[in-house]
């Protein structure tokens, strides 16, 4: 009769396991470490992209604060010559200029700045600035936004005294040559023929000069911010040039 022997597989030795387990563990942790490099390297990427458009948004307000900083002063000065104008004013001397200033001073084409929000939009829209990692960047992002609110606050304020001053100067004009200096461009120019106030009414005069005045000031004001503005602008786009090596 035969006898069938059981072959016996050898028994594999504790450290076998244990270098299985190591070298599972490892690649395990070696995927992890290098997928989590990846998505560093892409969200670096990214918050890279992200300054600089946010750099070639703050020049493009450099320009344009600039030139709103140009109409402001403009204003003042408008104001100064209408004020003159308005407390000598009568209805027998010409009066081209006043309707010209208080046409031009009542304008709100500048009056308000509206910054390059490209960048800060998208931001919001991808989740905040946790994609901005270096804090002291992000604090001049926020700050920087935060100060344009207060700019547009006090514009929609002289916004109000520019409507204000419309609805008041109305009396002391002619209808038929309100139109007159205005040419076929939109531009102000005076025109060859004089023109007359129709009223000279005080109380109205004492009330369009009070508007003027806290057009002037509030311009005045606005011109400054926008100069401090300009300047934080300035010294951001050369922060960030230097934090993140842009080109």
């Known amino acids: 009769m035969e006898v069938h022997q059981h072959a016996h597989t050898p028994r594999k030795k504790w450290t076998h396991y244990f270098w299985e387990f190591f070298m599972l563990f490892l690649a395990v942790t070696l995927g992890f470490f290098v997928e989590n490099q990846r998505e560093h ?40 010559s209408l004020q003159i104008l308005l407390k000598n004013a ?27 929000d490209r960048t800060i939009v998208q931001l919001r829209n991808a989740g905040g600035m946790r994609l901005i990692k270096n804090k002291a960047v992000s604090d001049s992002m926020v700050g920087y936004y935060r100060t344009i609110e207060i700019i547009q ?9 520019k409507n204000s001053l419309r609805e008041k100067y109305m009396p002391l004009l002619n209808a038929e040559d309100f139109g007159k200096i205005i040419d076929s461009t939109s531009e102000i120019s005076n025109p060859s023929e004089t023109l007359r106030l129709r009223k000279a009414d005080p109380d109205i005069i004492n009330s369009c000069l009070i508007e003027v005045n806290r057009i002037k000031a509030i311009s005045g004001t606005l011109a400054i911010r926008m100069r401090g503005l300009k300047e934080k602008a300035a010294r951001i786009k050369e922060f960030i040039k230097n934090e993140y090596h842009l080109k």
């Open 41 to 80: 390297f892409i969200e670096h990427k990214r918050e890279k992209q992200y300054i600089q458009s946010f750099y070639e948004d703050l020049t493009a307000d450099e320009y344009d604060l600039q030139n709103n900083i140009q109409y402001l002063r403009a204003q003042v000065q408008d104001a100064d």
């Open 153 to 161: 606050f006090l514009s929609e304020n002289a916004l109000t005294n």
């Open 90 to 116: 009568t209805t027998t001397q010409p009066a081209n200029h006043i309707y010209m200033y208080l046409r031009e001073i009542t304008r709100s084409s500048l009056a308000l700045f509206y910054p390059n």
